[in-house]
Nanobody
């Protein structure tokens, strides 16, 4: 499976942005799709995940209540809707796929998109 993330940009604090992860070589519901991010000078960290099959979603505490992940199997796309963005959300955002349950261990994700940059600044 191949992934391509897009939708990043420069926004102001409090703004919203929607990232897309286009999935090719398989439909999204066959995989657990995670969103990760890497801020400048920091390690990459998990942000959200949507589980294969039942589509249950998971979020880290930093983004819970502000970010929502969803998928559209007809469009072969997984989305990350981000609201009330903060400067600390500035990072390169990656989507990744794995065949098992959602978790935050990058080693379990076998396919990665190229990343899309989100900058939150006034």
């Amino acid at each position: 499976v191949q992934l391509q993330a897009s939708g990043g940009g420069v926004v102001q604090p409090g703004d919203s942005l929607r990232l897309s992860c286009e999935v090719s070589g398989g439909t999204p519901h066959l995989f657990s799709i995670g969103w990760f991010r890497q801020a400048p000078g920091k390690e990459r960290e998990g942000v959200s995940c949507i589980s294969r099959s039942d589509g249950s979603t998971w979020y880290t505490e930093d983004v819970k209540g502000r970010f929502t992940t969803s998928r559209d199997d007809d469009e072969n796309t997984v989305y990350l809707q981000m609201t009330n963005l903060k400067p600390e959300d500035t990072a390169i955002y990656y989507c990744a796929a794995q065949l098992w349950v959602c978790n935050w261990d990058e080693r379990d994700y076998s396919s990665w998109g190229q990343g899309t940059l989100v900058t939150v600044s006034s």
